[in-house]
């Protein structure tokens, strides 16, 4: 998939964008020769590109505006590390919008890197390469990724996978699909569960596969919260151990702010408050769906995916 140009001798650094529905993300990171990926810097905006996106409709004017404004930003701060590489990977968003290539081209112009679109297949394959090393490599797992678009669930063993499955629902789309709901009530509640388990009915439990390592927005900030964070950090969160109960009593603590509140409790990143609880419910039902009974938090993911998949 992404191959190694000859003139690129390791140690090396590459800074990869992860453009999503609703965040953008950057990993500047050294690959060392031994194949240890190193960070060296990380950022995430949420310009939230697929705002008001609907079927095969065309991008809002002034979130394309907004996304490009957070890539220059991080471009400026990527380039303080004098990386030897510049790859942009742009998601669900982009194969859903009507001008999502255009978007994607005018994005390549104005930023003067190539971005690509992946497919769904390729999406997956990313995510399970970022979350899975580290976390029992030895053992059968699922790796989950709730997004703003869509949400991946990938099975394998180390770094091979045997299944893979895009469901087209993610927590901007969810939300968004309720009147953009803030306040949530028992009856809101179980429309956004039923809604959630119609998306996610035609998954199935292997019994081989009780635990899930989970990566993704959703699941880092329920894990943030779970830990008592005032400032997200990544190194507490990755490999962070629970279970579906308590990310479920987690949720709903959540649930029963108003959104003021909720951006309160969620302060190392409000803008996530008006999707957490749709994407929490999400990663809810799907964990019932596959029957997990535990769960490793990955902070890790797709631009780390990236990272390995280049220089291997």
């Known amino acids: 998939m992404f191959r190694l140009p000859r003139t690129v001798k390791l140690p090396a650094t590459a800074a990869v964008f992860d453009c ?8 500047v990171a050294c690959m ?7 960070p060296l810097y990380q950022a995430i905006a949420a310009p939230r590109l697929g705002e008001g996106l609907t079927g095969g409709g065309k991008l809002k004017r002034q979130a394309v505006a907004r996304t490009l404004a957070a890539l220059k930003k991080m471009k400026k701060e990527a380039l303080r590390f004098q990386p030897d590489l510049f790859l942009g990977l742009g998601t669900n968003i982009f194969r859903r919008a009507r001008d999502g290539r255009a978007a994607a081209r005018h994005f390549e112009k104005e930023l003067g890197f190539p971005l690509r679109i992946l497919s769904a297949p390729e999406e997956a394959r990313l995510e399970f390469l970022g979350a899975s090393p580290g976390l029992h490599e030895k053992s059968k797992i699922v790796v989950v990724d709730v997004g703003g678009g869509s949400s991946e669930i990938i099975w394998g063993r180390g770094r091979k996978i045997t299944r893979k499955v895009s469901l087209e629902i993610g927590a901007v789309r969810l939300q968004e699909k309720f009147s953009r709901m803030n306040t949530y009530d028992e009856e809101a509640l179980d429309n956004l569960r039923h809604e959630a ?6 998954l199935k439990s292997k ?3 009780q635990l899930a390592v989970i990566t993704g927005g959703t699941a880092t900030m329920l894990a943030a919260c779970s830990l008592g964070l005032k400032k997200y950090k990544g190194e507490k969160v990755h490999g962070f151990q629970t279970t579906p109960q308590k990310l479920r009593e987690q949720l709903e603590k959540l649930a029963r702010l108003s959104l003021r509140r909720r951006k309160k409790a969620l302060s190392f990143d409000p803008a996530r408050a008006d999707i957490i609880v749709p994407g929490g419910i999400i990663l809810l039902e799907i964990l019932k769906r596959l029957g997990i009974r535990k769960i490793v938090i990955s902070d890790h993911g797709l631009r780390w995916g990236a990272v390995y998949a280049y220089f291997s």
């Open 197 to 202: 388990a119609k998306k996610v009915s035609k």
């Open 207 to 209: 019994k081989k596969y």
């Open 32 to 38: 060392q020769s031994n194949g240890q990926v190193v």
């Open 20 to 27: 999503g529905t609703n965040s953008v993300l950057l990993l």
